[in-house]
């Protein structure tokens, strides 16, 4: 089962990214032209479920912690876990049932072993949604299939690793009307809300400039060489080379500038890959000569900088490096006419000072002096939600936040707070930047996955 699963996982991941070595097929204007059921999902609000029934599809590391939160929220009934393991499918359906306190989830249903099991689970079950936490190179088909089989479907970033999967998704929710929303938790971040907040109230004027990253040395990964994170992932570090994970920076940046949301959109990006070679050290330093990792050259770039220039000409340099031995970062800098807001540490300059704190913009408000700019412009949402976020956990309490607002969404027939736009437009970094990379540099246009649409989008709304 092992070996079947790693060559279906490789010749998966290969097959995904095949495309993204297409420069030419990728700008192509033809995209623009998919036949479309002018069913516009910008604004779609599905009709309410008093009961939402949940299935999940991987339940490894992300979608174990998922399943957990979910069973503990309101309104929901676990109904089905599917993983590749028994054991995985297994323990996280008696987890959730002792959640339940075997009232709620107490008749899950379990698929394992075989690469197809999820399948067999969506036909089964008919859940109402569908949390997918697999590899990157199986998130497109298992979004579609969940919603053709009636379900929404919740992916885990990125939504989809080629420009080709992600029109299918787009035409494939617009057909269904099912929602299809890229699970990117960072915009549910306490300081992400503050920023989103502070900007939709003008605090920094017009904004003109973004920095956005993915910083997270994750070399241990590869120890993990025949199940788990590491046994997959590795793989694309090896086949290529561009920015790989763009979301968890660019998903804040992108709605503090209402990119394709009535004001602004992705135009084009520019990307420049380093050499890669922290991978190949690594492996040589920790593991033995004829060992896999050896016989694998790690061509991807060990940091990946891209520059995007908006409709409206702003600028957002995107960083990725998931190799380097340096400290967790994702930048979320974000700069306007009056000032900045930046993060990794959260500091704060603005014309004129911050109040109580500097007297110029020539010097950062960082730390304490921040309580007052908290107590201010600190977003409603986390107003509500960010003590017992905190509690539940999940990379500080965003990824509670981010499903209790999906299922509040989904039983209140409101408009998620990401729509399957979104989710295509800043996964679509990945594989433009591997383009851009190959074709040293020139500049990539963005398809527009809405046809145009997005100038007639509302701005996310400061959620109460």
Known sequence: MSSNRRDFLKKSSMAGVGLAFLPNLINADTFGTFKST??????????????????????????SGHARQIATIEGTEIVAISDLYEDLAKRSAEKCKE??????????????????????????????MVIIATPWSLHAPMAIKAMESGAHAFVEVPLAVSIDEMWDIVNTSE?????????????????????????????????????AAYIHELRGQ???????????????????????????GLGPVAQYMNLARGEDNFERINSFSSPGKGRNIYAKEHFPAGHKWNQIDFKGGDINTSIIKTTLGRTIMVQWDETSPRPYSRHNLIQGTDGTLAGFPTRIALEGGVEGATKDHHSWAQGDDLAAI??????????????????????????????????????????????????????AVGPLSEASVKAHGDSQKFPDFTRGAWKTTKALGIVE
């Open 175 to 211: 057909k269904t009307q099912k929602h299809c929303m890229m699970m990117e938790n960072v915009n549910y971040g306490r300081d992400e809300l503050l920023y989103l907040n502070m900007c939709r109230q003008g605090v920094i004027g017009e904004l003109l400039h973004g920095e």
């Open 99 to 128: 959640i339940g306190a075997g009232q709620r989830h107490k008749d899950i249903k379990t698929f394992y072993g075989e690469q197809h099991a999820w399948k067999t689970m969506l036909e089964t079950v008919k859940p109402d």
């Open 374 to 427: 908290y107590e201010k412009y600190e977003h409603p949402l986390y107003k509500r939600l960010g003590e017992v976020s905190k509690k539940m956990g999940g990379h500080g309490g965003m990824d509670f936040m981010m499903l209790y607002r999906i299922v509040e969404c989904l039983r209140k027939g409101e408009p998620l707070d990401q729509n399957v736009y979104e989710g295509c437009f800043w996964s």
């Open 222 to 248: 590869m120890n993990q060489v025949e199940r788990g994170t590491g046994s997959w992932r590795s793989y694309e570090y090896a086949n290529r080379d561009g920015n790989l994970y763009p979301t968890h």
């Open 38 to 63: 002018k069913n516009y999902m910008g604004g779609f609000a599905a009709p309410k479920l008093d009961t939402v029934r949940c299935a999940f599809i991987g339940v490894g590391a992300r979608g």
